[in-house]
């Protein structure tokens, strides 16, 4: 699967038109400048195995790919063409994948009983990580509150100095 999408950057250059090609042997996704695509080789590559793609509230054309060390944001052009890419996506990111092993395990009592502990392992470890992500997401937010209300004080000092030179 190929396509054209916007990856947001960063705040100063925003979102930049990218050409992505999945691969789903290798379960990565790798972007290109859309007018590189045959010439030179790929910008970047996103390892999709154990990440979680979700589409995001702020819009109906946004999702992102989040992986244990990064967090990436995408725009498709439109709702239809964003739920293709999280279709084709989501199975390349290995959840999936121990779920549907996780399940044909179950329809076998002998393979349930010779394999239970292996998916277990990928369920723990998977949780596992899933909930390191949470916790350091919730440490992120509690320093960012942290760091809104110091500003939030120094702008009320800052008024009030004003104030009191203003009035004085």
């Keep these: ?13 925003g979102y930049q038109n990218r ?8 379960k990565c996704l790798l972007y290109f400048m859309p007018d590189e695509v045959r ?16 589409p995001s509230n702020e819009d109906d054309v946004t999702f992102t790919v989040q992986t244990a060390s990064d967090i990436y944001k995408f725009r498709a052009s439109d709702a239809k063409d964003r739920q293709k890419w999280i279709d084709k996506l989501r199975p390349c990111s290995g ?15 002998t393979n ?6 292996p998916s277990n392992d990928v369920q723990t470890r998977s949780l596992n990580r899933r909930d390191s992500k949470i916790n350091h997401h919730q440490q992120t937010l509690k320093e960012m509150k942290e760091v809104i209300r110091c500003v939030e004080v120094n702008q009320r000092e800052f008024v009030e100095t004003i104030d009191v ?4």
């Design 95 to 109: 959840l999936n994948a121990a779920e549907i092993f996780v399940s044909s395990l179950s329809s076998s009592k």
């Design 165 to 168: 030179q203003f009035y004085a």
């Design 112 to 117: 349930l009983t010779n394999s239970s502990q």
């Design 39 to 54: 010439k030179k080789g790929p910008r970047g590559v996103i390892e999709l195995t154990d990440c979680w793609i979700s």
């Design 19 to 26: 050409y992505f090609v999945l691969d789903s042997e290798t």
């Design 1 to 13: 699967f190929q396509g054209h999408l916007n990856k947001y950057t960063n705040a100063f250059k």
